[in-house]
T-cell receptor, first 114, second 115 residues
């Protein structure tokens, strides 16, 4: 069964600190993996996408990694800011016949304290 | 710069009542989707549309109906609301088929409570 597991479920860190969020998946056949940021009361917004051949991709203070062999991805946030408080959702795409299926993780809720 | 707009943002229903959620996008996207988000769970696809006049079932379609009479609008209907349909509903759109590297653009959500 295709699944996406995110850890931790929630995380509290002090402003200015770094953190890493994890996403493990059992999805086949893998097409791509995307990270979304969801502010409280808002819809998710894409941060970055990782395809099979990409290991690392940065978007400002966000760096995503992908290890297709171990089926793991991480999202590293550097020098956290209060505005980073949000849920971070990992979603993996599987190509089934000619269609694509998205398998969503439950998200990690990140709280940045001043 | 409206993007994806959902109405209403909040609604309280009694069991058995019906209602319609409206989604409008101004990005000329072909693909539109309705998701529900529940605590501790990933987003679940209810119905989707690959173009004007088309609809298809997603992962959890029971109890919901949809229509896409115009390219920019995607309506989600609840015929007879049940407490299990208490959730936050998100509409999304994309230029290419979701999953094919296509980014989903989401509305701000509609919070529905069924008593």
């Amino acid at each position: 069964k295709n699944q996406v597991e995110q850890s931790p479920q929630s995380l509290i860190i002090l402003e200015g600190k770094n953190c890493t969020l994890q996403c493990n998946y059992t999805v086949s056949p893998f097409s791509n993996l995307r990270w979304y940021k969801q502010d409280t009361g808002r819809g998710p917004v894409s941060l970055t996408i990782m395809t099979f051949s990409e290991n690392t991709k940065s978007n400002g203070r966000y760096t995503a990694t992908l290890d297709a062999d171990t089926k793991q991805s991480s999202l590293h946030i550097t020098a956290s800011q209060l505005s980073d408080s949000a849920s971070y959702i990992c979603v993996v795409s599987a190509k089934v016949d000619s269609n694509y299926q998205l398998i969503w993780g439950a998200g990690t809720k990140l709280i940045i304290k001043p | 710069n409206a993007g994806v707009t959902q109405t209403p943002k909040f609604r309280v229903l009694k069991t058995g009542q019906s209602m319609t959620l409206l989604c409008a996008q101004d990005m000329n996207h072909e693909y539109m989707y309705w998701y529900r988000q529940d605590p501790g769970m990933g987003l679940r696809l209810i119905h989707y549309s690959v173009g004007e006049g088309t609809t298809a079932k997603g992962e959890v379609p029971d109890g919901y109906n949809v229509s896409r009479l115009k390219k920019q609008n995607f309506l989600l209907g609840l015929e007879s609301a049940a407490p299990s349909q208490t959730s936050v509903y998100f509409c999304a759109s994309s230029y290419v088929q979701h999953g094919f590297t296509g980014e989903l653009f989401f509305g701000e959500g509609s919070r529905l409570t069924v008593l």
